[in-house]
């Protein structure tokens, strides 16, 4: 509405203030255009409280509808439901109506836990709720998460005949889709006759949300074919599913329908893509739809930053924050976690130091995330006393904080304080999870604790019915190994309750030339050989044996093997922060090689 018709509304509104009777009579005729006029031209709260005085001053204050009307007025335009909540109050006479404009009010703009209630009073007021009131007090159980509420709600659904009303059962369904409830999800969906938009919508977000990715993509497909056209939000919410499982091609198909249906200025859409596309591993599309990008929020900078990070681009992701830092646009804990894991890809302590510091100012040091990856960061560049430090601060420990505690000793060779955590963690009643014992038996590897991998393998599986993965097998093949029992790691391997992989040969073989078991080692390199003949580090360790056993015309039957199958070895390098600036030396180099990149 322009000023002008504000000023002019105000200003009437003024005038008649001091007016005590009108030459209609509103008590009988509350349906006149004079208070719906008034009413449809409020814009402001003031204004509606200069129509409420003129109205309870004209003796319609009781009316019913005109009353209505006001609540209805005062949910859109004011603030807080206060307002509306006193005039509902001094109603002597509701109707469902009039319960259910303020139910949708706190619906709408909070708090929810009030809307809830209000169904509840309603109930107590003898009056039953209709398919108007049910879809805002659902959405309520959503919000709130009160999936216990929600499903009681749902019985009443039933009970009252409205089980059978689209808006009623997209509202359902929303509800059980963001409560995680999947099964609910999936009777409420299969029992619609009439699927719109916005239940399609919610049964792929409350798959991909979870995590079923492929049953998201499958009802997406569904939808498509059942002639329902898509809409942004739509799009928004299968792009996960297809980052998920890394369907690049699914999700540029996806990305042209957008551009088609004309959705592909959506912010939302946009950000999803550019996670997409980060995660599938193209990070120059991904940078040139956050540059195309008119208005970037918050989740569009996290979104690029965080698939610079996922692509070993760490220097790139430290640049775009601090670009973001001075384009004045405030962080949250989720573009810290991305910033502090580029850190620890890099190696870089003293920006980690900066971004540890900006955490503390922001008031963000209690959040687990970002202590979890502080703690990681401090260890991978070297300092276990400051990942210590922030540890100990923890007011709360979850099992990912002890987690990372442990891997960061264990990384470091403190192998007996690893374990020493572990037993602490035990003992404060945190349940240990495959992760945890995947830190402890690399604490024991590193450290040769053979007897003390034993024991927690044994108790992995008997007291936390933790079935062993790979990464557990792995590390408890490379301790039997490198402690000089091949024998018992061979028969372990063979009686591994999961198929061996590389990494579990490979740590077989690495031990094979630890101890000189050339004839072990023979008969692992064949394995590996099969597994992944193109990984050429098995092929220089096993020529590595040859020639450590004198066996030269095997060790250059290898080599011309590798070269035969262009397979070469990357060599390894270091990374140098100097000034902000981060210099890579290449093994075997006298000199700077080259420059990775700047964080200026």
């Known amino acids: 509405m322009s000023s002008t018709c504000r000023l002019s509304l105000s200003t009437l509104l003024k005038g008649l203030a001091p007016i005590k009777r009108v030459l209609f009579d509103f008590r009988t005729n509350y349906h006149s255009r004079s208070f719906n006029y008034l009413l449809n031209c409020c814009s402001s709260l003031p204004d509606l409280s200069r129509i409420h005085a003129l109205v309870v001053t004209n003796g319609c204050g009781q009316n019913l509808l005109l009353s209505t009307k006001l609540i209805t007025t005062a949910c859109c335009l004011a603030p807080t439901m206060d307002y509306a909540r006193k005039m509902f109050d001094q109603m002597p006479k509701r109707d469902v109506f009039l319960w259910n404009t303020l139910i949708r009010g706190y619906a709408d703009a909070g708090p929810c836990e009030e809307a809830l209630a209000l169904y509840s009073n309603m109930h107590g007021a003898g009056l039953f709720p209709d398919n108007y009131?049910?879809?805002?007090?659902?959405?309520?159980?959503?919000?709130?998460?009160?999936?216990?509420?929600?499903?009681?709600?749902?019985?009443?659904?039933?009970?009252?005949?409205?089980?059978?009303?689209?808006?009623?059962?997209?509202?359902?369904?929303?509800?059980?889709?963001?409560?995680?409830?999947?099964?609910?999800?999936?009777?409420?969906?299969?029992?619609?006759?009439?699927?719109?938009?916005?239940?399609?919508?919610?049964?792929?977000?409350?798959?991909?949300?979870?995590r079923y990715f492929k049953e998201g993509l499958g009802v997406f497909?569904?939808?498509?074919?059942?002639?329902?056209?898509?809409?942004?939000?739509?799009?928004?919410?299968?792009?996960?599913?297809?980052?998920?499982?890394?369907?690049?091609?699914?999700?540029?198909?996806?990305?042209?329908?957008?551009?088609?249906?004309?959705?592909?200025?959506?912010?939302?859409?946009?950000?999803?893509?550019?996670?997409?596309?980060?995660?599938?591993?193209?990070?120059?599309?991904?940078?040139?739809?956050?540059?195309?990008?008119?208005?970037?929020?918050?989740?569009?900078?996290?979104?690029?930053?965080?698939?610079?990070?996922?692509?070993?681009?760490?220097?790139?992701?430290?640049?775009?924050?601090?670009?973001?830092?001075?384009?004045?646009?405030?962080?949250?804990?989720?573009?810290?976690?991305?910033?502090?894991?580029?850190?620890?890809?890099?190696?870089?302590?003293?920006?980690?130091?900066?971004?540890?510091?900006?955490?503390?100012?922001?008031?963000?040091?209690?959040?687990?995330?970002?202590?979890?990856?502080?703690?990681?960061?401090?260890?991978?560049?070297?300092?276990?006393d400051l990942a210590r430090e922030v540890f100990e601060r923890l007011p709360c420990r979850s099992v990912v904080s002890w987690t990372s505690m442990i891997g960061a000793c264990a990384s470091h060779g403190h192998g007996e304080d690893a374990l020493k955590l572990f037993s602490r963690m035990k003992d404060e009643g945190v349940k240990p999870n495959s992760f945890t014992f995947a830190a402890v038996f690399t604490a024991c590897r590193h450290s040769g604790l053979v007897e003390e991998g034993r024991k927690h393998f044994e108790s992995m599986m008997r007291?936390?019915?933790?079935?062993?993965?790979?990464?557990?097998?792995?590390?408890?093949?490379?301790?039997?190994?490198?402690?000089?029992?091949?024998?018992?790691?061979?028969?372990?391997?063979?009686?591994?309750?999961?198929?061996?992989?590389?990494?579990?040969?490979?740590?077989?073989?690495?031990?094979?030339?630890?101890?000189?078991?050339?004839?072990?080692?023979?008969?692992v390199a064949e394995k590996l050989f099969l597994l992944d003949p193109q990984t050429v580090t098995f092929y220089v360790l096993m020529s590595n044996i040859y020639a450590e056993a004198g066996r030269w015309e095997d060790a250059a039957r290898l080599r011309k093997l590798m070269e035969e199958r262009e397979l070469k070895k990357i060599p390894g390098h270091s990374l140098v922060e100097v000034n902000r600036r981060f210099h890579t030396f290449l093994s075997g180099s006298r000199s700077q090689s080259s420059l990775r990149g700047s964080i200026n």
């Not at 805002?136 to 999936?147: D, K, N, P, T």
């Not at 999947?182 to 029992?191: I, K, Y």
């Not at 190696?347 to 100012?361: D, F, Q, S, Y």
């Open 133 to 210: 009131t049910f879809p805002f007090v659902v959405r309520s159980c959503a919000v709130l998460s009160a999936l216990r509420e929600g499903k009681e709600v749902h019985c009443n659904i039933v009970k009252h005949g409205f089980d059978s009303d689209v808006f009623v059962q997209s509202s359902l369904v929303a509800m059980y889709s963001q409560s995680g409830e999947t099964l609910g999800m999936e009777l409420v969906f299969g029992e619609m006759v009439v699927r719109n938009i916005v239940s399609w919508t919610a049964v792929i977000a409350g798959y991909v949300q979870n």
């Open 463 to 523: 007291d936390y019915s933790i079935m062993p993965g790979v990464e557990h097998c792995a590390c408890m093949v490379d301790l039997l190994g490198r402690a000089g029992s091949l024998m018992e790691a061979y028969e372990f391997i063979e009686k591994m309750p999961v198929e061996p992989d590389v990494s579990v040969w490979g740590a077989l073989l690495g031990s094979c030339r630890i101890h000189s078991n050339l004839e072990l080692a023979e008969l």
């Open 221 to 384: 497909r569904e939808m498509v074919g059942s002639g329902t056209q898509p809409n942004a939000v739509t799009l928004v919410s299968v792009l996960p599913a297809c980052a998920g499982l890394e369907f690049l091609n699914l999700g540029k198909l996806i990305h042209g329908y957008g551009i088609k249906l004309g959705v592909d200025p959506d912010v939302s859409l946009t950000n999803a893509l550019i996670a997409l596309y980060g995660k599938c591993g193209n990070v120059e599309t991904a940078r040139s739809l956050f540059d195309g990008m008119v208005v970037q929020n918050l989740v569009s900078w996290n979104a690029m930053i965080a698939a610079y990070e996922q692509n070993n681009a760490g220097a790139n992701a430290v640049k775009l924050f601090r670009r973001m830092q001075a384009e004045k646009v405030d962080f949250d804990y989720i573009t810290m976690v991305s910033v502090i894991s580029a850190c620890a890809s890099l190696g870089a302590l003293n920006t980690g130091r900066w971004i540890h510091e900006l955490v503390k100012r922001k008031g963000l040091e209690i959040n687990v995330s970002i202590t979890n990856a502080l703690i990681d960061m401090y260890a991978k560049c070297g300092n276990i």
